[in-house]
Every structure is written in structure tokens, then in C-alpha cells.
């Protein structure tokens, strides 16, 4: 069983890097991806519990993106797997998202905190080490001060993008976030590209054309799909050449999704292991 998407405290995740190896092993998976926002941090960790816990690690990165459309932008989540963790134009890019997400949360905590009993050191009590700041600690925040009941009510409402509080950051684009996977050895596969309820998607045709500039995949088995959207975008994936993984988007207690729920081909991972740069750590 191998689940390609998972967070830890490196980002928004409840789970120390090692624990989401050990729930992993608890789950019965074999082999799991680690792919935290924009960041590597939880790498080494993750790997040297790889011996222990009898899980192999698939590094990897959840790298935010943009689509600019005549309504507006589309934020985009990128999964890269098996890059080159030291690529300069990776690395600077996930700095200039890091910091523009760090001053985001600093503005939305001030607006929230106009309204309800929030403060900055409220939210960075939310926050792991070296973490990506985000929107889920802001959650977190909320939650610990009894302002919200759970993650899942202040994203649908204080948090979400057409709340007052919402500020939007810096993200660099799409098209351009693939090649740059590509540049680092990675092998790039978007992540959830049907999720309505987050907000608005990409068209096909939007999908298409990062399939032209080197996607790999299409993250299509995901709790935040229905059968029908499952069905459109498996079709879209063969129209297009695209391998299909699936994945739990596993962030301990922070979500109710539960590790290992969707899973994924072993023939794609071989697939994504021949194209990427890094080996999967096995034990």
C-alpha cells in the first residue's frame, strides 16, 4: 500500500516527520510520501525512521502555484517527488513563498484579531519548527481559543477566500512551478485538481496545457473528489498521457483524513522512481 501525500509539522501537519512514518507502519503501508509545504525540513527526520518503523520514504514537496485567469487567480497545489533538494531556483522560489506566507498570516491574524481574542504569538504557539506558516495554524488558533470547533469550520468560513480576513500571497506560476520540477530532477503531479469545495479549479484545457509543459500526473483518488469528478479526471489523464496516483493528504489530527485511505499503483511509483532524480529510501 503506498500513500503519495502526507504533511508533518514541517508544514501544517500534527505529526513529527518520524511519527507520520510510524502511523504509516501503524496503518499497514509500505510506503509513504512525505510532502510538506514548499520546504524539505522534514526530510533527514522522516528518513532516519524509515529503518525503525519498516515504511519506505518517497521525499517529496507540496509546492504552492498560481493560474492567473481573466476571473481572477487559482491557487494550485504541485506535488513534486524525488527532486534535487539543494536546486537554488527551487529553494529560492519556496523562500519567497514561505516569507510572503509568513507576512499573510501576520495581516490575517491582525484583522482577526480586530474581531476575536487573537494574537500573533497565538498562532506561532500553532506553529512547528522551521515550519511553513499558514492558514491551518491560524486554524489552530482559533480553535485553542475556542473561536472555532474545528480546521474544517474557520477554513469554511473566517479563513476562507471570500472571508473579510483573508489576505492572498505570492505564488509562482503554474506552468512555470513544472518546468522548474523538472529542472531539479523532480517528477511534477497536481494534487487534487478537482477539489471544488477549496475553491475554484483549473479547466482541462488549463490541465492540458501543464501536461504540455511536462505534468507527469494527476493526483485523482482523493477524498475531496466525487466518483463523478474521480471518472472525468481519469479519462482526462489517458486523453492526455498522465499516470493517476492516490493519496490520504494525511495531517495527523489537523484533518479527517485518515493515512492511507487512498492509495497508489505500485507500477506508477515505479514510474515516478525512473523519472526522479532521488531514490525512494527503502529500509
Known amino acids: 500500500m503506498i500513500d503519495l501525500h502526507t504533511h508533518s509539522r514541517a508544514s501544517d501537519g500534527t505529526d513529527r516527520p518520524a511519527q507520520v512514518l510510524e502511523a504509516a507502519a501503524v496503518a499497514g503501508l509500505g510506503v509513504v510520501a512525505l510532502t510538506d509545504h514548499d520546504t524539505t525540513a522534514g ?31 487559482i491557487s494550485v497545489h504541485l506535488l513534486s517527488y524525488l527532486h534535487d533538494p539543494a536546486d537554488a531556483a527551487l529553494r529560492a522560489e519556496w523562500q519567497r513563498t514561505r516569507d510572503a506566507r509568513l507576512t499573510r498570516a501576520r495581516r490575517m491574524a491582525e484583522r482577526l484579531g480586530e474581531d476575536f481574542p487573537l494574537t500573533w504569538d497565538d498562532v506561532l504557539a500553532q506553529t512547528g519548527d522551521d515550519a511553513t506558516v499558514g492558514r491551518p495554524h491560524l486554524a489552530d488558533a482559533l480553535v485553542a481559543a475556542g473561536v472555532a470547533t474545528s480546521r474544517d469550520e474557520a477554513f469554511a468560513t473566517m479563513l476562507h477566500p471570500g472571508a473579510r480576513y483573508y489576505v492572498p500571497h505570492y505564488a509562482p506560476r503554474t506552468d512555470d512551478a513544472v518546468r522548474a520540477v523538472l529542472a531539479a530532477g523532480g ?21 492540458a496545457d501543464l501536461a504540455a509543459a511536462g505534468l507527469a500526473g494527476l493526483e ?15 479519462g482526462l489523464a489517458r486523453e492526455l498521457g498522465l499516470f493517476v496516483t492516490g493519496s490520504s493528504d494525511y495531517h495527523g489530527t489537523g484533518k ?21 532524480l532521488l531514490a525512494v529510501v527503502r529500509p
Open 256 to 276: 479527517l483524513n485518515r493515512i492511507g485511505e487512498h492509495t497508489t499503483a505500485p507500477e506508477v511509483l515505479a514510474d515516478i522512481e525512473d523519472r526522479g
Open 187 to 207: 517528477v511534477p503531479v497536481l494534487a487534487h485538481p478537482g477539489a471544488g469545495a477549496r475553491g475554484r479549479v483549473v479547466t482541462d484545457e488549463t490541465i
Open 43 to 73: 526530510w533527514d527526520e522522516a528518513a532516519a525512521a524509515v529503518g525503525r518503523t519498516g515504511v519506505a520514504l518517497v521525499r517529496g514537496t507540496e509546492v504552492s502555484t498560481r493560474v492567473q485567469t481573466p476571473q481572477g487567480g
Open 220 to 234: 485523482v483518488d482523493h477524498r475531496d473528489h466525487d466518483d463523478a469528478t474521480r471518472a472525468r479526471l481519469r
